[in-house]
């Protein structure tokens, strides 16, 4: 558990992962998660993003963050922290990955046929989302993790930017109790 409660940590030491977990660095090669308690090393490349407000709040919601400023967060001693903790261990949280092109749906048929022309239709597909053209692996399948989006990303964003340069990777949470 969380044991620097009481002090007022550098919000710079409160961030983000690239995998979205929220972390506290207590030292150079260690971070804690907010959310589950658990420590785990920590890598340069692992560093996502600084933490926004909005973020802060949620995590004050959950009773996680005592309170916060521009410079410095408080992180919660209170009993509610502890009942989160405890909940969030009975669940497990399952990420899928897929890449949002950025484009309406009305582009559907020049992504298909230029993922035919690319030759990787057999590996990745073209669907609809909420109006925007996204793409998944074969059948629908989420990419594993987000190495393997990246690396498609990559792919397909080198070899027509007009089209996949302002592909972005995107994702789903669903939780899945444990037992």
Known sequence: MLNHTDEAIPRSRVFV???GVFVVKWDEHQVQELLTGHYRNFERRDFGAAITDFEL??????????????????????PER??????????????????????????MAAIDACLSQLGVDDEVEARIRDDYVVIW?????????FEEA?????????E?????????IAFIE????DG
Not at 139 to 145: L, T, W
Not at 150 to 158: C, M, T, Y
């Open 57 to 78: 709040n949620q995590l004050k919601q959950a009773g996680i963050v005592k309170d916060f400023d521009r410079e410095q967060v408080w992180l919660s001693s209170s």
């Open 82 to 107: 502890s009942k989160y903790y405890q909940l969030n261990a009975q669940r497990r949280r399952i990420r899928s990955y897929y890449l949002h092109t950025t484009l309406p749906a009305t582009q």
């Open 150 to 158: 990246e690396e498609v990303r990559q792919f397909l964003a080198s």
């Open 17 to 19: 992962l690239i995998d």
């Open 137 to 145: 692996g074969t059948n629908g399948r989420a990419f594993a993790d």
């Open 174 to 177: 669903t939780t899945k109790r």
């Open 160 to 168: 027509v930017p007009s089209l996949f340069q302002p592909t972005v």
